[in-house]
């Protein structure tokens, strides 16, 4: 086993609690179950490490009435009177304190209910909140917080920046304490579905749902469990095929339906709880539906009422899109295909369906409007996909805080209906489904700080946080984590989040400018490559010329993508004075000397910004020396060490883009800096 910390759930001690230790040191509860256990155990780890004095006692308290102490409970008549109207429901909780019984209470109705609550109850105390001042009541916000791991059994990961999987190595599945904190840290940020496996599914995962590995996907799977998660497996579409059983996975094919009415039959005999299947279908060269002339209803149709009759779910992707497209085609829109391919299948898919949909149209970009999917279902559940890994942003060498930028997808309007935000589309409160949520890319491996960049952890654990409470601000969430990991000295919380609170913007600043995309090398997505993809088989291109930039995306002289959005976004789309300023150049073709709103050239914008994302770069180093004696040498290290790294890259970022247009456009930069 590769050694671990503890991330997070590093706990420390907090002076404003101190006084709390006697009050605290017997934890009552009569309900019993694994996650009960998961969460006392938690307790008697969190309370010595953050009040101080011993580890509280247990008492099983049925049938007396507990005084002095945590009780752990069923939400019920006597925790109604403290909250009007509010309703557990399967994973809410109620924390209070009982003067009269000097009693802190964590109610709800589930046993993961319960985790989450003492999980709340513990950040609480970690913000120097005594538990006589604690009033909380809240359910989450989306209905399933997934995570999906790109982990293969040979133990690399795609897109892996952390080191190798934790899950396996050497086609061998992996359980050790790892597994078990790993559960742990996904719970405390309430993460409730974990898919183990790459959805590229390859011909040793494919026997992951055979005997050859279900049993110790089970043991995985009863890990989860006892931390509140429903364990997923990525199939191939085409296992029945892989495997030598059936010569063809059409799915109305008599022989392929009885195939997989087998298999998962057999799967849940083994699991039960297991949570059921995510699929990529005929997407960059995975077999689908397609080959046989059927539609992704179909396909995934038929998966899913082979797992219905147990409560499984199919999670199906989205990302099909034409990876063989010729460059010359100025036609063919690789950010149409996902509207193209599913729009006309609303309604179309059964209830334990749900499309899961990238965030935008391309793939994970720094910049890319909202997918319009997300607007034009309305009869489909959704789950919005988004990339924890950074696989675009800076793999884990750069600072790149993401949930700024989730979040301004939450909160777009697609105009669908009264309740057109994609918040209140992928929670339910637009249609009233309940197989909804987001579901995310994750950026774990088995480094020791299991994100490789220290600051890389923000995202995953702000991920979840943002899931359960999407009312929660970019910043709370940000300075939430560097409390929970680095302690609550103020001075290290307002160092570090000025370091990673606008450094989306930073990495944006210094690589593609206005929503463009793409200027990586191919080979690995890392660093400056203007034409990497400019002559390439995968529709990423920027059209750059000597005049201008940019694709045009419009309905009247380009691709037509911008009619896919509900009024009033694609008329403003349509023309470049209505595009929001940070896309212009993803929906229009523009020259060099246009004048954007802050009465700068598009050119002298891309040499400002390139200049300035790198002088940020610079500031995060001085600020992260600044606070070098509070930190530990080792966690100091590694991130000076990669902060120099994103220096270098962020250099040459700079150099590489605005030399091109320098070039290209022959306009020299106004402030006559250096650009070779
Ligand atoms: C798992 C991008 C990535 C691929 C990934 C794919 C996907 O194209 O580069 O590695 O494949 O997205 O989301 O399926």
Redesign the pocket.
């Given at each position: 086993m590769t050694k671990f910390e503890k991330c997070w759930l590093n706990y420390s001690l907090v002076s404003e609690v101190s006084g709390w230790k006697d009050k605290l040191s017997c934890i009552f509860t009569n309900l019993d179950g694994k996650c009960i256990e998961n969460a006392v155990k938690e307790l008697r780890v969190a309370i010595p490490e953050i009040i101080g004095g011993n580890t509280p006692g247990m008492c099983i308290c049925a049938p007396c009435v507990p005084s002095e102490g945590i009780v752990l409970k069923k939400y019920d008549k006597e925790d109604a009177e403290y909250y009007d109207d509010f309703c557990p429901g399967d994973e809410g909780y109620a924390i209070y304190y009982k003067t009269d019984k000097s009693l802190l209470v964590i109610a709800a109705d589930t046993d993961r209910g319960i985790l989450y609550g003492v999980f709340a109850f513990i950040r609480q105390l970690q913000k120097g909140i005594t538990p006589d001042k604690m009033k909380i009541a809240e359910s989450p916000k989306m209905p399933f917080r997934m995570i999906d791991h790109?982990d293969n059994m040979y133990g690399d990961i795609?897109?892996g920046y952390s080191g190798n999987s934790f899950f396996y190595e050497n086609y061998r599945i992996i359980i050790d304490d790892r597994t078990v904190f790993y559960a742990r840290m996904m719970a405390s940020i309430g993460i409730n579905a974990i898919a183990i496996n790459?959805?590229?599914v390859h011909q040793t995962e494919t026997l992951l749902i055979t005997d050859k590995y279900l049993y110790e996907v089970k043991r995985i799977n009863d890990i989860f469990a006892s931390y509140g998660i429903k364990l997923y497996l990525s199939v191939n579409y085409a296992a029945p095929v892989e495997m030598g059983d059936v010569d063809v996975s059409d799915p109305l094919d008599e022989r392929v339906i009885k195939w997989w009415e087998k298999t998962s039959k057999h799967i849940y005999d083994v699991i039960p709880n297991f949570g059921g299947y995510l699929v990529?279908a005929d997407?960059?060269g995975r077999p689908g539906p397609f080959t046989y002339g059927r539609t992704h209803a179909d396909g995934a149709n038929m998966l899913a009422r082979q797992i219905a009759p147990y409560g499984g779910n199919v999670v199906w992707?989205c990302?099909v899109y034409n990876c063989r497209q010729d460059w010359r085609d100025h036609k063919t829109d690789r950010a149409r295909a996902a509207y193209d391919n599913f729009i006309g299948l609303d309604g179309e898919f059964d209830d334990n369906v749900v499309l899961q949909i990238?965030n935008g149209p391309m793939?994970?970009q720094i910049r890319e409007p909202v997918s319009p999917l997300f607007g034009g279902l309305k009869k489909t559940n959704m789950f919005l996909e988004v990339q924890i890994a950074q696989?675009y942003t800076g793999q884990q060498r750069h600072i790149c805080y993401l949930v700024p930028m989730w979040k301004e997808i939450l909160e777009f309007n697609t105009y669908a209906s009264e309740n057109g935000l994609v918040k209140d589309i992928v929670s339910g409160k637009a249609y009233g489904n309940t197989l909804c949520g987001l579901a995310a890319?994750t950026n774990t491996g088995n480094d020791a700080n299991w994100t490789g960049h220290d600051m890389a952890a923000v995202n995953l654990y702000g991920y979840g946080r943002m899931c359960f409470d999407t009312e929660l601000s970019a910043e709370e969430i940000g300075r939430e984590w560097i409390r929970a990991t680095f302690g609550n000295d103020i001075e290290i919380n307002d160092a570090i989040y000025s370091m990673i609170g606008t450094s989306w913007h930073t990495y944006e600043n210094y690589s593609s400018p206005l929503g463009i995309g793409w200027m990586v090398n191919p080979a690995g997505?890392y660093g400056p490559n203007v034409d990497g993809y400019e002559y390439d088989r995968w529709g990423t291109y920027h059209r750059s010329d000597c005049k201008g930039l940019g694709i045009d995306r419009s309905v009247a002289t380009g691709t037509g993508y911008a009619g896919q959005y509900n009024e009033p976004w694609s008329s403003l789309y349509e023309r470049p004075e209505t595009t929001p300023e940070e896309l212009l150049l993803f929906f229009h073709h523009m020259d060099y000397t246009y004048k954007l709103s802050s009465g700068k050239t598009i050119i002298q914008h891309i040499y400002d910004t390139h200049f300035k994302g790198v002088e940020e770069v610079e500031t995060m180093i001085n600020t992260w020396n600044s606070i070098k004696e509070k930190i530990d040498p080792n966690v100091f290290n590694r991130v000076a060490d990669r902060l120099n790294i994103q220096l270098e890259s962020a250099i040459d970022w700079r150099d590489r883009v605005n030399t091109y247009y320098l070039r290209m456009s022959g306009i020299a930069d106004e402030k006559g800096r250096t650009i070779y």
């Open positions: 790109w795609e897109r790459n959805v590229n990529k997407s960059e992707r990302f990238k793939d994970f696989e890319v997505h």
